[in-house]
T-cell receptor, first 114, second 118 residues
Framework: AQKITQTQPGMFVQEKEAVTLDCTYD???????LFWYKQPSSGEMIFLIY??????QNATEGRYSLNFQKARKSANLVISASQLGDSAMYFC???????????FGQGTRLTINP | NAGVMQNPRHLVRRRGQEARLRCSPM?????VYWYRQLPEEGLKFMVY????????ESGMPKERFSAEFPKEGPSILRIQQVVRGDSAAYFC????????????????FGAGSRLTVL
């Protein structure tokens, strides 16, 4: 069975600083994908970034990057130059190849202070 | 190019009533997923459907819950005889491909339907 662990229930960061949100995962399947979603207070789920288990390079999407350390089974999200609008819940998720469902972590609530 | 549309956004029901949540996937998407989110928790998979077929319902409670995705019209998640524990946000997601066909197959989520059972 797959499991996602996000150990930071909440984080507080000053505006313009970089922030790292932790995510560790557990699976015995060699082929899988890792996803990060943002959930602002309005409630919708917004896809941010994807990393495949066989990808050689860390994924980047604008200010978002994924620090993928396969041996440690971690897939931390890095947000550079944080903005007030980054305040939200952030969820890490995983899906193994051939499976239909995404498995989500408990989430981290990020608050950006002005 | 509308995204995944869910309605109603908010629904209040008394115990014992029925709740019907609707989801129209993105244009061109034929795969629909339903997830449930309890307060302060992550999303939990409920069911995966293609047109007229339930493919994986391993996350659905055995009783009172059902889902369908007819040939025409939106997908429906139906909860009969609701109880207070059913209060949650219910998210629908859609994708163009089958979820497991490609690791990079990203699910697009709707804004969710928030069910409150009094």
């Amino acid at each position: 069975a797959q499991k996602i662990t996000q150990t930071q229930p909440g984080m507080f960061v000053q505006e313009k600083e970089a922030v790292t949100l932790d995510c560790t995962y557990d699976t015995s399947d060699p082929s899988y994908g890792l996803f990060w979603y943002k959930q602002p207070s309005s409630g919708e789920m917004i896809f941010l970034i994807y990393q495949g288990s066989y990808d050689q390079q860390n994924a980047t999407e604008g200010r978002y990057s994924l620090n993928f350390q396969k041996a440690r089974k971690s897939a931390n999200l890095v947000i550079s130059a944080s903005q007030l609008g980054d305040s939200a819940m952030y969820f890490c998720a995983m899906r193994v190849m051939g499976a239909q469902k995404l498995v989500f972590g408990q989430g981290t609530r990020l608050t950006i202070n002005p | 190019n509308a995204g995944v549309m869910q309605n109603p956004r908010h629904l209040v029901r008394r115990r014992g009533q029925e709740a019907r949540l609707r989801c129209s996937p993105m244009k061109g998407h034929s795969h629909v997923y339903w997830y449930r989110q309890l307060p302060e928790e992550g999303l939990k998979f409920m069911v995966y459907l293609q047109k007229e077929n339930i493919i994986d319902e391993s996350g659905m409670p055995k009783e009172r819950f059902s889902a369908e995705f007819p040939k025409e019209g939106p997908s429906i998640l139906r909860i009969q005889q609701v109880v207070r524990g059913d209060s949650a946000a219910y998210f629908c997601a859609s994708s163009q491909l089958s979820g497991g066909s490609s690791g990079a197959n990203v699910l697009t989520f709707g804004a969710g339907s928030r069910l409150t059972v009094l």
